[in-house]
């Protein structure tokens, strides 16, 4: 028998944003409790009001660098319903939604060939100094190659569209201000054949990976919970971009379904907890116990009903063939799922590639204004909403985000508490391998902790152990 | 110009170049016509000389002057590009964004703005010399279809002139004294005053910054055709020479 004792690993690693984890462990070893903890605090929430309405979606974009077009859409969105406009023009739909596919193409091609890769190729217990992206180069540099060229696609789309590859301007109130030219359409039609081609690799890859290693995706971090994301209006169908809530139950029954998101201040409220600066959302009539969901990837292969365009359709079908189309629960599928989207997003990058829409010039709608604008969309991460309000000098006055990060905040707690108890348990020793094996459970959320408290702040996280009377015992960091 | 005038032609350098000129002109007159650009920020076409900004400082017979309003003379020789001027209009430039809020990354002036251009042509690539003020000024929306953000004011007074001398209004004027001085509206904000869009005053040419602010344009014009997005700030004025 030894002391209680606290592990604390921080910072958490390969994640955007700064977070720690801590573990406590009783006189047997076992674990008591494990958080995952936010450890920053940025408050753009507040600092946006007095702004002037057609500078936040430039403004609240800088939440992030890796997603910045997420929120610049989801702004922009609320914007268009302030600016009184409920349908884009053609060419306005269409370029934002091919910004949107280049930007969730990007973020998910870095989170699994960059973040997540190192993990699954070299094992989570792998030495600290293997599991990065240029081990990844050196070991298979095809791969490494393939990675960095599917990224380039994707931030190249979003600099076509935006005008930057991060934090662009392209999305204005009503519309956008620019249109695709022929010169780039053909550039970006030259291999998008190629792209599609590497993201069936990039989908068997992780598939392969996720039926071959059965026994431990179906217990890593594994638990039901509810889904929740934004599905196509009229068919159920995946939408990235625009669409109704859906949510769905561990067992595939319905929450909620086809409710205009902008009625989601009825369906979620937002729980505080005193030892995290992340809020933790539930739905409304399921309370705060059972009402937690996640979102992502995962939680949007669960609520679509099908994909329309036909590659990411069959393999989607796969996915959910594996648990006889109820939802899937296990936290590292968040994976497989993941390259499936990247698969959809390249086959509508090439869907509207040929759409002569994007060389229109009727850019901006106009309406009569409204005080007040809710704006969702289906992030990298997963559902994100912007709510604002305008007073009539064009000032904001009011602001709430929840970002897919917070979405998921219950369900990276306890994917943290599951696998500290299934991997540390009992264990003497708490080797950093040990303590890797929970920073792969949040990892698989691709969490962003910048933009989840809207945060200042340095990026990485940290695991830390407490006695049983809560005393700090040990401290763990890591850098990148 | 009258006859006279031109027979008053003479020439003086600058940076060795000659130059012609007339009496009457400036120094800086006499360079924008010869295509040779001395840097400035106060002074603007069409509005009266003022010499406030000090951007346009130059070496004329051994006296640091402000070529917006020194007179040309005649064999005179007039340093403007030089080591030590480029590094103290680079100071001042660097000033200018640490006395106010010069957000660039979210400010729909970005790629329009005259002095995120002069600092660009200044190679003022870090502005860490001197603290920043970070003062702390309210957004002024009142009116209908202009915002005021001085925050990112620099006080060149060009609205001031512009409105005064072009627009026959007085919307603006300074108040305070030192570092404390600054452009305020004449009035309780500016839905309180005459200012009406079409105020020569109110647009975007006149005011070098994102201070004076069209409600509801922001960033209708993309990233790449911004009007420094096509040059170095200057660079009209130089293509005359080639």
Known sequence: MTEPRMIEISPVTRVEGHGKVTIHLNAENEVDEARLHIVEFRGFERFIRGRLMWEVPVIVQRLCGICPVSHHLAAAKAMDMIAGVDQLTPTGEKMRRLMHYGQVMQSHVLHFFHLAAPDLLFGFGAPAEKRNIFEVLKEQPELGKRAVLMRKYGQEIIEATAGKKVHGTGAIPGGINRNLPLERRDHFLSNVDEMIEWCLDAVKLARDYTLENEDLVSEFGSFPSNYMSIVRESDGALDLYHGSLRALSSTGDKIFDQVPYTKYHELIVEDVRSWSYMKFPFIKELGPDVGWYRVGPLARMNTASFIDTPLADAAHKELRAVTSGTPNNSTLANHWARMIEVLHCVEKIRELLHDPDLQGTDLIAKGDRREEGIGVIEAPRGNLIHHYKVDENDQVTYCNLIVSTTHNNEGMNRAVKDVAIKHLSGKEQITEGLLNHVEVAVRAYDPCLSCATHALGQMPLQVELFNAEGGLVDRRSQCI | ?242
């Open chain 2, 1 to 242: 110009m009258s006859g006279t005038e031109k027979e008053t032609g003479f020439t003086f350098t600058i940076d060795g170049v000659e130059i012609k000129a007339h009496a009457g002109q400036t120094v800086m007159e006499a360079a924008d016509a010869a295509g040779v650009y001395i840097p400035r920020l106060c002074d603007h076409e069409g509005l009266r000389h003022q010499g406030s900004c000090r951007v346009c400082t130059v070496k004329a017979g051994g006296r640091s002057v402000a070529a917006c309003t020194q007179p040309a003379a005649p064999g005179q020789a007039v340093e403007n590009e030089t080591p030590h001027l480029t590094k103290m209009r680079r100071d001042l430039v660097e000033m200018l964004f640490h006395e106010g809020n010069h957000l660039c990354p979210i400010c729909e002036a970005s790629g329009n703005c005259e002095l995120q251009a002069m600092a660009y042509r200044l190679d003022m690539t870090e502005a860490t010399k001197f603290p920043y003020l970070e003062p702390c000024r309210a957004l002024d929306a009142s009116h209908p279809d202009i915002a005021l953000d001085t925050n990112r004011c620099i006080s060149c007074g060009r609205c001031i002139r512009a409105s005064q001398d072009v627009d026959g209004k007085g919307v603006f004027g300074y108040v305070g004294r030192g570092i404390h001085r600054r452009v305020a509206v004449n009035g309780e904000n500016l839905a309180d005053t005459d200012a009406q869009v079409s105020d020569h005053a109110m647009s975007s040419e006149v005011c070098p910054v994102g201070c004076i602010i069209r409600k509801r344009v922001g960033f209708a014009v993309p990233i790449g055709e911004r009007e420094f997005d096509k040059g170095l700030i200057g660079h009209e004025i130089e293509e005359k020479r080639k």
